[in-house]
């Protein structure tokens, strides 16, 4: 997986993956707006026909909202998802495979559960 990873750097974005090239969910996060994450989650809700807010997952929700930005500006993104829950996890999959068809883009989920 790791020579996989480094093979595609300048083609893939990455989030949460232990390189010092991958981008950080929480260091991200911190550094966009607040109107922005608001457009966002009005943008995902509108994609995937439902309230995006998510309960007791605040983690899970910043990843949602990175990830939909980094989206919009990839054509692929590739995301590890330690620290979600299975729970989120599976949401986060649905919730994708909805926002990924409307941006006509591809998302890459990682997850070593």
């Known amino acids: 997986m790791k020579s996989d990873v480094k093979d595609h750097f300048n083609t893939y974005a990455f989030l949460n ?6 981008l950080k969910v929480g260091y991200y996060y911190e ?15 509108s994609i995937i ?3 995006f807010e998510l309960e007791d997952a605040d983690y899970s929700e910043k990843v949602m909202v990175v990830s939909y930005l980094l989206l919009k ?5 590739a995301v590890r998802t330690i620290g979600m829950s299975l729970g989120s996890i599976e949401c986060f999959k649905e919730r994708f495979t909805k926002i990924t068809d409307f ?4 998302l890459i989920v990682y997850s070593n559960r």
């Open 17 to 22: 993956f232990p390189y010092n090239d991958s």
């Open 31 to 45: 550094k966009i707006k607040k109107r922005t994450i608001k457009m966002a989650k009005r943008e995902i809700s």
């Open 49 to 51: 026909g439902e309230d």
């Open 73 to 77: 500006e990839n054509e692929v993104l």
């Open 103 to 106: 941006l006509n883009k591809v």
